[in-house]
């Protein structure tokens, strides 16, 4: 599958869109959704556990440590913007390619 996903460079990183589909069946990354990144997430959203389970699998995916990823928007939404400190569209672009062919 061949897209683009919405990106934006920002100061110290890069803000990534994503779409996270709750209580699915298992964690995985199964490509685009629009413009965004879809992620499919066991949690249910009930006290933003699947937030919290979204950063976490999002990092161990990029291999990339907790710490360099952030919520800024979409808490309550199934529409995100995740923050990635420290990291270029370009390289972003690298750690997703085998997730998007």
């Known amino acids: 599958m061949r897209g683009k996903i919405l990106t934006q460079k920002v100061t110290g990183g890069t803000r990534l869109s994503v779409y996270v589909q709750p209580r699915a069946s298992s964690d995985q990354i199964v490509g685009l959704h629009n413009d965004a990144l879809k992620i499919c997430i066991t949690s249910s959203p009930l006290e933003e556990r699947a937030n ?18 952030a919520l800024v928007k979409g808490r309550r939404s199934r529409q ?3 923050m990635i400190k420290g990291l270029s569209e370009a390289g972003l672009s690298r750690l997703l390619t085998k997730y998007l062919v």
């Open 80 to 82: 995100k913007t995740i």
């Open 52 to 69: 919290r389970q979204l950063i976490q699998f999002l990092a161990q995916s990029l291999n990339l440590s907790v710490s360099r990823l």
